[in-house]
């Protein structure tokens, strides 16, 4: 079965949560076992591309997206 790659769904954050927090939410969501080569990538409003920082809180990393997308960080090495 195909999955739809562009799945919506919210995620109500509070002031303390961090990015580990919204990850946790994406990887429950899609089912994602292999969770060390993926993160979530927005961008910012200088226009570059940012990766969503774990620990860090998610309101003082996004200050102008509301739009996220689940990205491969890293390769899998075999």
């Not at 919506?8 to 580990?20: H, L, P, V």
């Not at 200088?46 to 890293?74: D, F």
């Amino acid at each position: 079965m195909e999955r739809d790659i562009n799945q919506k769904f919210k995620f109500i954050r509070n002031d303390t949560s961090k990015g580990q927090d919204l990850l946790d939410v994406v990887f429950k969501h899609l089912n994602l076992l292999e969770s060390a080569y993926f993160g979530l990538r927005f961008i910012n409003g200088s226009g570059q591309v940012c990766w969503l920082e774990t620990n860090k809180k998610i309101i003082k990393q996004m200050k102008a997206s509301l739009k996220l997308a689940l990205s491969r960080r890293y390769l899998a090495r075999g």
